[in-house]
């Protein structure tokens, strides 16, 4: 487990205060500590720092001395889905917690105090797509955003959108806006007006293997660029890049196997 903080203003929108069901951090969970810090240093010029100790080794990851992510080492001999795990801001955390039992999702860690910076679960959705909860003992602050290596956008793969956007919009907040579309299940989840995140639904097409999952997409700045550093680090390239509503996309996997997206914005 990772401890959550204020990340950066997402969909590049700048740097914002986290109003409650916005995305606001991201962790990551694997087994090899050490090496994935390496790749994600080399990938995004990110550097480390000691998080949350607490239940198991972590590190914050920095960005120009800010804060955009974290990555805990799982217990030896648990074999779980490595993937990245957004989170959404709370006000009380257990109240949110309560309000996903309620609407039919499930809460398998938490809400537990992160030592002093807040208080936080992980649940998942009735898909089983799994997200986090935040909420920060602090006050709200901005930090870097719309930058290359810094989170862009969060998107939940899912068998079909309409049913798990009203979890999400239930839970969190959320309005719809789905697109209009005969070969298109998708919805854009968007608090004031504001696109946070997205739920694409493929039906057949959802890998079995994986089931529901959110993805998230990192910002770069040259995705060719990227995508060449990323196999020579010994990561792969799952689908390669192609235009996107955000820009030009790839969605790619570290080396243990953490799926995410890569994308370089128009210019």
């Known amino acids: 487990m990772t401890d959550a903080r204020e990340s950066a203003g997402l969909n590049g929108g700048g740097p914002a205060r986290h109003a409650p069901g916005t995305p606001c951090w991201v962790s990551l ?6 090496v994935t810090e390496e790749f994600y240093g080399a990938l995004f010029g990110w550097e480390f720092r000691p998080g949350a100790q607490q239940l198991g080794p972590s ?21 779980l889905p490595i993937g990245w795990t957004p989170y959404f801001a709370s006000e009380d955390a257990d109240l949110t ?80 806006e789905p697109v209009v579309s005969a070969d298109l299940d998708y919805v854009t989840l968007r608090l004031d007006g504001r696109p946070v995140a997205g739920i694409h639904g493929l039906g057949g097409c959802l890998p079995r293997d994986r089931g529901a999952h959110w993805v998230t997409y990192f910002l770069v700045s040259d995705l060719g660029d990227a995508l060449d550093h990323l196999t020579h680090l010994g990561g792969q390239v799952l689908r390669p890049a192609h235009d996107s509503a955000h820009g030009r996309v790839a969605t790619v996997t570290d080396p243990e196997g953490a799926q995410f997206a890569l994308v370089e914005r128009a210019r």
Request: contains cysteine; charged residues 15%; proline residues 5%.
């Open 29 to 34: 969970m694997v087994h090899g500590l050490a």
């Open 59 to 79: 590190v914050r990851a920095l960005l120009d001395g800010q804060e955009v992510a974290g990555i805990g080492q799982l217990p030896p001999g648990r074999h």
């Open 97 to 176: 917690a309560e309000s996903v039992r309620g609407c039919g999702g499930t809460i398998g860690v938490g809400p537990l105090d992160a030592a002093d910076a807040g208080r936080l679960a992980i649940g998942s959705d009735p898909s089983g797509a799994v997200f986090g909860i935040w909420q920060s003992a602090a006050h709200l602050r901005t930090a870097v955003s719309d930058a290359a290596g810094t989170p862009a956008w969060n998107e939940l793969l899912t068998y079909e959108s309409a049913s798990v956007a009203k979890f999400y919009r239930t839970v969190f907040g959320h309005e719809e």
